[in-house]
């Protein structure tokens, strides 16, 4: 029983224009939601995080939106460039440090 | 500065056979994690622990056991090994109040 959804497995998108991600969860008790990338024989490395508290984060290039009542989050990485290429990974937690993890979005930018 | 160490890189099991998947951490991080990672799932949560000494099940425990004596390791145990056990698998480790896990760069184990 995933708690943790991610629907698209795949996204191509031009360099240049913006990539949107999104995940949706079925837990109310998760309160911290983070995104993870991953390179094909890496580890996964962590991207950006929000709070519950919180509605919007940013850092750079990409930004997290929360939407509580709708359980839902998103990525959007602005511009995306050659090196987003990667598997992209939503993942919450509640105030235990469970970790859990959605299934992954394959992102691949084009030029 | 080494993060979070897993050994051995790659193996290859017979059914049937036991092993332990280590992990040691050297950033004195409380939270430690075991996921596998299969083609269309993700990550899913093996075991994890808050601590020493403390220790509780995720998603997919079964076939598996963990213990956490020390602060930087926590091992996964293959009791007896299985098909369906051919996966990568992955340790983390996280400070307390911080969710932003560290990963190791991953076991592929092949069960044959």
Redesign the interface.
């Known amino acids: ?2 708690q943790v959804k ?1 629907n698209s ?1 795949s996204l191509s998108v031009q360099e240049g224009r913006i990539s949107i991600l999104n995940c949706d969860y079925t837990n109310s008790m998760f309160d ?1 939601f ?1 995104w993870y990338k991953k390179y094909p ?6 991207l950006i ?1 929000i709070s519950s508290i919180k509605d919007k984060n940013e850092d750079g290039r990409f930004t997290v939106f929360l939407n509580k009542s709708a359980k839902h989050l998103s990525l959007h990485i602005v511009p995306s460039q050659p090196g987003d290429s990667a598997v992209y ?1 939503c ?1 919450a ?1 509640d105030s ?9 979005t394959q992102v691949v930018v084009t030029p | 500065n080494a993060g ?1 160490t897993q050994t051995p890189k790659f193996q290859v099991l017979k059914t049937g056979q036991s092993m332990t998947l280590q992990c040691a951490q050297d950033m004195n991080h409380e ?1 430690m ?1 075991w ?1 596998r990672q299969d083609p ?6 093996i075991h ?1 622990s ?1 601590g020493a000494g403390i220790t ?1 099940q ?2 997919v425990p079964n076939g598996y056991n963990v213990s956490r004596s020390t602060t930087e390791d926590f091992p996964l145990r293959l009791l007896s090994a299985a098909p369906s056990q051919t996966s990568v698998y ?1 340790c ?1 480790s ?1 400070k ?1 109040d911080y ?8 076991t592929r184990l092949t069960v044959v």
Do not use: C, H, I
């Open positions: 029983d995933q991610q497995p911290y983070l024989a890496e580890g996964p490395t962590f995080s990974f993942a937690t235990w440090g469970k970790l859990q993890f959605g299934a992954g | 979070v939270y994690s996921y269309g799932m993700g990550l899913r949560l994890y808050v509780d995720g998603e992955f983390a996280s307390r969710y932003g896990y560290t990963f190791g760069s991953g």
